[in-house]
């Protein structure tokens, strides 16, 4: 069984964990990290989240990730292979279904690091949907208590009209 989904208020903390994750992982894959994000809800000022630090790098080649697999591991990062998501390398940090950091690598400017810049900055930018999305999130956590599957899956409408506003924003087709 999951671990109870809470939602818990922003914190600040957020934001210095992932400076200080964002400096070991840069000691250990700078040579193909062009980028290094913080996405995901802990990365929105003002937004309510599940307190797992979400991160992404960018590469050129994801073929290449699998030679940091092990140097990874030694600050406690494990990969966790998901054949449903063949541009994404994940590791995850923290116990099985309790992790405190998720680590996405993605081809660097593909659609999925696209769509998670987007994502989040969209809700930088416009509060009103950064209170609507977490009123959401509240909502989903009391109906979807101990289901990440089914609260994730219920999240994803709201996210797909986020990212289709934020392409239309910037002009994209």
Known sequence: MDKQIVIEKYTSDWALSFKEE???????????????????????????????????????NLEEVGGFIELLSNIGYEHVFHKEFPNRRFFRKGLWRAGTHHLHIYKYESEEWNSNILFRDYL???????????????????????????YTEAKAPFITDVIQKAEDERGYL
Not at 41 to 55: E, H, N
């Open 22 to 60: 964002k400096e070991l992982l840069k000691d250990i894959i700078s040579d193909i990290a062009i980028s290094i994000e913080h996405i995901g809800s802990t990365s929105v000022k003002g937004l309510g989240a599940k307190p797992i630090l979400d991160i992404m790098i960018g590469v050129c």
């Open 124 to 150: 930088r930018k416009h509060s009103d949907v950064r209170d609507q999305y977490n009123q959401l999130k509240i909502k989903l956590a009391q109906k979807y208590s101990f289901d990440r599957v089914g």
